[in-house]
């Protein structure tokens, strides 16, 4: 073996560890980032984000680098895109979790409390300001650090790291000689004891932040409580007046029925009706508990969703606790999340552009051919970039047309309701009025057949005078008797003119119990969009159940998504002629065989769960699409998370 072979063999050993903890930094790296991004680091902690994705990025690419001082350098920012990562992960946590405590604060204050409690934030933006020399750096390290200790982070943070991170920053500046000269190696130290003390003070913050999370969750779901319970109290109030005029229409047929004996079957029908009324009045309550008991079930579930989101330690744990209390909020959330998705695309397009640029001015310059093709994917990212925002924004428009449409309808429903309970209290008083008019016209006939007892008596009482006057008798006999006969008829058109009114009256009931089955259903499908994505399409209701359901290349369920198919099918359950169709839908990495067979393992599995769950299987089908149908790119991650996707089809 010659001298060469010989050195060219110890160099190789002695890079292979290197390479190996590099690797190794790079996975870790990777795999925080991405706890961080489920955290919402793309909204909370967005400068960090960018800081460790462009580390990741740069080891990525020159790790493989002939030049021994690249390859050192990729090591260098792997290790620090690690730290950065875990940075990013603690202060996406500390300012999403001050996120959530403003959200219970808008709703203590909504009804009608009160919170004091104040919270340090920090600007996912912001501008760490390390400066451009060693010295500095140095310097800005050494204030992270001292900001940490003032935090109180040594005391509240087990694993603050804040003595290793201070033995960093020494060892940079004797490399550096105080900072009098600048050294790759220094600033590597430096910014690795800058994050790690970052890291230490957002964790002190978030303890801060989470201890008094459950005191204002407390805070809010009592003063809800007491809101539902004031809601309670009016609709018994209402009920118990509905009651007394219940009781009082009873009291005035009674009185009917102790005046005339002849209107005994036209009171017993009355009575019925109000038999009627009663057993409708208790069906009505005893609705209203079943509807207040679903209630109840719902909050349950809603519980038991987040609850097992805190047991599994999954990220979106505020996110899924918010989409049970505020279907508002959960829309803004979809809609902040494909802003920010729109907000990396074009990070990495500038990023792009930018790479492009240095490639042209570099001396020698880039080969034109591999230029020519870095400017067309530019050009056609843009495009990307162009079609994902009209989607977007279509899609937000179309969103915002039906929030509009369903608030119209509410109104409309409200407004018809009113005036439908108008008319049936008008109809009432007309039924009163007939009543009266009968009661009125059964009093003349009565005082009609005293005045002819009278004058049969008179008749009675003499003979003589029977003979002469029995002409002018007969005469006045049958006038009250016409007369008779004439209020009795009016009599009768009085009881035909109720039996209008109460069909009437009947007519609209059956129409208020149509809008009550709409509104129904309008809840319904408000409910399932609380839970996950829905649209309304020629097919039916579709309700999307994201790829993060299944772990890559698995089908089966993970807890958290089980809990959200448990919520769906209580909304299900509530009408028996529902029909749906689950289909499962890939993205085009791997074979369209294996995508085929994965998307029906998943489809298979939605639907199994919803068996399970209590709906009939005949009412449910299931089919594996793969990646036949995708609604978005697959050139772009995003694009690709969006294909992998569940639907259900949800028809009468």
């Known amino acids: 073996m010659t001298r060469m072979a010989r050195s060219f063999l110890v160099l190789t050993l002695l890079a292979f560890p290197a390479f190996a903890q590099m690797n190794g930094d790079l996975a870790q790296a990777q795999q925080v980032l991405a706890l961080a991004d489920s955290a919402g680091a793309q909204q909370y902690a967005r400068s960090l984000y960018d800081d460790a994705s462009y580390r990741i990025r740069f080891a990525q690419e020159n790790m493989n680098s002939t030049k021994p001082i690249a390859q050192e350098q990729a090591r260098m920012r792997a290790r620090e895109a690690l730290y950065a990562a875990r940075a990013t992960l603690a202060k996406a946590r500390w300012v999403g979790t001050n996120a959530a405590l403003r959200n219970l604060q808008a709703d203590i204050v909504r009804f009608g409390g009160r919170s004091d409690l104040r919270l340090q934030d920090e600007d996912s933006n912001i501008n760490y300001g390390r400066g451009s020399t060693t010295k500095e750096r140095i310097a800005a390290a050494q204030a992270a650090i001292d900001l940490a200790k003032q935090a109180g982070a040594e005391q509240s943070v087990a694993d603050n790291d804040l003595k290793a991170a201070q033995g960093a920053l020494n060892s940079a500046g004797k490399v550096s000689r105080n900072g009098r000269d600048n050294s790759d190696v220094a600033d590597h130290l430096a910014y690795i004891a800058e994050m790690t003390a970052r890291r230490a003070y957002y964790i002190s913050r978030f303890n801060e932040s989470a201890r008094s999370l459950p005191d204002v969750q407390l805070q809010r779901t009592r003063l809800a409580q007491a809101s539902s319970e004031q809601s309670a109290a009016n609709e018994r109030a209402q009920r118990e007046d509905a009651e007394r005029r219940a009781a009082a229409l009873q009291a005035q047929l009674a009185s009917q029925e102790s005046n005339r004996q002849a209107q005994a079957e036209e009171l017993e029908r009355l009575r019925q009706q109000v038999d009627e009324n009663r057993r409708a009045m208790e069906q009505r309550v005893e609705s209203d508990r079943s509807a207040r008991m679903t209630a109840e079930r719902n909050l349950d579930d809603a519980m038991t969703k987040y609850e097992a989101a805190v047991a599994s330690g999954a990220a979106d744990t505020e996110t899924l606790r918010r989409q049970v209390e505020d279907a508002e909020i959960a829309l803004r959330s979809v809609q902040d999340r494909e802003r920010l998705d729109e907000e990396s695309m074009v990070a990495a397009l500038n990023t792009r552009r930018t790479d492009v640029q240095t490639a042209q001015n570099a001396n020698p310059p880039l080969d034109a051919t591999i230029l020519s093709q870095r400017q067309a994917d530019i050009i056609r990212r843009q495009n990307e970039i162009e079609q994902f925002r009209a989607e977007r924004q279509a899609d937000v428009a179309r969103r915002a047309d039906i929030q509009r449409r369903h608030e119209t309808a509410v109104a409309s429903a409200m407004q018809t309701r009113a005036q439908a309970e108008q008319q049936a209290q008008v109809m009432k008083q007309q039924l009163e009025a007939a009543q009266a008019a009968a009661q ?143 289909e499962g839908h890939t993205d085009s990495v791997g074979s369209a065989e294996k995508n085929t067979a994965l998307s029906e393992k998943r489809a298979e599995a939605v639907r199994d769960h919803l068996v399970s769950s209590g709906i009939p299987s005949d009412r449910i089908t299931s089919s594996g699409k793969g990646q036949a149908e995708p609604v978005a790119t697959n050139k772009t991650a995003a694009g690709r998370q969006q294909n992998r996707r569940v639907e259900l089809i949800i028809t009468q």
Request: charged residues 25%.
């Open 440 to 582: 009125q016209a059964a009093q003349a006939a009565q005082s009609a057949q005293q005045q002819a007892q009278t004058a049969q008596q008179q008749a009675q009482s003499t003979q003589a005078q029977m003979q002469t006057m029995q002409q002018q008798t007969q005469q006045q006999l049958a006038t009250v008797q016409e007369q008779a006969q004439k209020q009795q008829a009016e009599a009768e058109k009085a009881r035909e003119d109720a039996r209008v009114a109460q069909a009437e009256l009947e007519r609209t009931r059956q129409q208020l119990a149509k809008r009550d089955a709409e509104a129904r259903q309008r809840e319904m499908e408000a409910e399932l969009a609380r839970i996950a994505q829905t649209k309304r399409e020629s097919r039916g209701l579709v309700v999307t159940l994201p790829g993060i359901f299944f772990d890559t290349g698995k089908s089966a369920l993970k807890p958290g998504a089980k809990s959200t198919l448990s919520k769906i099918a209580t909304q299900l359950k509530s009408s028996d002629n529902l029909k749906i169709s689950v």
